[in-house]
Structures are given as C-alpha cells and as structure tokens.
Nanobody, 125 residues
C-alpha cells in the first residue's frame, strides 16, 4: 500500500513558477515509477510527466517540455514537479500517482495503482 500526499499548489500569475511535492508512505517507494497528472474542468486526466524508479528515463507531454521538470528523492520518498513559465492553460488539479515499476513506462491513468488527493494550480492571465 502506498499513500500519496501532494502539496505546493496555489495561485500564480502567468510566467510564474510553482514547485509541487508528493510525499509517499511505505518503504518501497524506490520500486515505483511516479507520474504527475492534471485535470482541468470538463477535461480528462492528462499525463504531464513520468519518472522511472531509478530517476531515468523521464517523460513529458509536449505542452510542458522545457518548462516543467520532474525529479525524485528516493531517500525522502518524495517526487517533485518544478513548473516554470506557467500559462493559464496549465490551470488544473494536479495529481501524483504511483505505479509498481515495469519494463515500459506508461502515461495512461489506468496504469497507475495509487493516487494522491490532488492540489489545485491556478494561473491567472
């Protein structure tokens, strides 16, 4: 069992930055690939970034490449999402998710076994 708790969301102006954190319980955090997803009102859940249990490789959706960075600290059971140059279209509830590592990364929400409660990110124009 893995419990995930996100933090770091908030209101920021266009061009600003936020750093999301996701703290995980359990001793086997380093066995899990971790993903950040987001869901805007009226839209489906979108995979933003994924990081392998070892830290590499990493995946990013095209719309955030060059602006967002996913990282993890296995010693602290925490995964991060550094978000720079934020745009109004980044506004959404952001969720972290855990998937017991398999040979291939997945970006599909159904592939993840554990989810946090979500944290709101609002970017004003």
């Amino acid at each position: 069992q893995v419990e995930l708790v996100e933090s770091g969301g908030g209101l920021v102006q266009t061009g600003g930055s936020l750093r999301l954190s996701c703290a995980a319980s359990g001793r086997t955090f380093s066995s899990y690939d971790m993903g950040w997803f987001r869901q805007a009102p009226g839209k489906g859940r979108e995979c933003v970034a994924v990081i392998r249990w070892s830290g590499e490789p990493r995946y990013y959706v095209d719309s955030v490449k060059g602006r967002f960075t996913i990282s993890r600290d296995n010693a602290k059971n925490t995964v991060f999402l550094q978000m720079n140059s934020l745009k109004p279209e980044d506004t959404a509830v952001y969720y972290c998710a855990a998937r017991y590592s398999r040979p291939v990364i997945t970006t599909h929400p159904d592939g993840y076994e554990y989810w946090g409660q979500g944290t709101q990110v609002t970017v004003s124009s």
